[in-house]
Structure formats: C-alpha cells, structure tokens
C-alpha cells in the first residue's frame, strides 16, 4: 500500500514538472515570436478566440482575424527586441508574461494572458500598449 502511494506521488510530481516546463517553453516560444514579429508562430498558441488589445483598440477576434490583426502591427510597428519584464501565475492554470517590446517606432508594453486548456498553453488575451 505504501509502495503504491509512493509511485502515485512520484507520478503526481513528474506530471507538474512536466506541465511547467510545457508552460515554459511556451511563453519562451511566445516572446520568440513577438520578438521576431513572427504573428503566424504567434497564433499557434492562440485559443479559439482571443481578446486583444493594441494600441487604442480592443476587440474579441477568432484566432485567424487575430492573427491578422497582429501581423498588422507588426508590419507597422517592425519589432527590434523583446524583454520579459515578470511572468506570474494567477491560479486555476492560468500564466501572464509582461514585456517590453523594443519596436522601430517606439517601445510598447506587452501583456499575455494564458490558460491551460487540454495539457496546451493557449493565449486568452494580448495587450500592446505605447510604453
């Protein structure tokens, strides 16, 4: 019996090891691409909707729309460099990156909210805002 609670509790703490690293990995793949202006590697990691907000304007789009309405600003606003300024959990698996995103018309401030949906990190909400 104690054998068997022992593997459950080994199996337990492999399994959020692994889910951690997984969330990691993507808000490192995240940045990457906001780095890159890359917005099609972006929406990999988008839900089915995503609310985002750029500059002064805020809607709810489907991953496709979003992903253009990223590429956008992007061709506008072409990224230099992107900085994580603090990543954080705000409970229930959900995971927010802000960062700093040096572009060649000026410095924006980046938020990434994320959920766990399905063992997937998927984008819920993206804020651009003029730093």
């Known amino acids: 019996m104690k054998a068997l609670l022992h593997l ?5 703490t492999l399994m959020l090891g692994a889910t951690l690293i997984l969330s990691a990995q993507s808000f490192t793949s995240i940045g990457n691409a906001m780095k890159n202006g890359n917005s099609s590697e972006l929406a990999k990691y988008f ?9 002064n304007t805020e809607a709810v789009y489907s991953k496709s729309q979003a992903e253009m309405v990223v ?10 460099a992107y900085k994580v300024v603090h990543n954080g959990d705000s409970g229930s698996g959900a995971k927010y990156q802000i960062g700093e995103l040096k572009t060649s018309t ?10 766990n949906k399905g063992g997937t990190m998927l984008v819920q909400e993206i804020r651009i805002e003029k730093n």
């Open 106 to 115: 000026g410095t924006y401030r980046t938020y990434v909210y994320a959920k």
């Open 47 to 55: 839900d089915g909707n995503v609310e985002l907000t750029i500059l």
């Open 71 to 80: 590429k956008n600003f992007f061709n506008s606003h072409s990224p230099n």
């Open 8 to 12: 459950k509790t080994i199996f337990l």
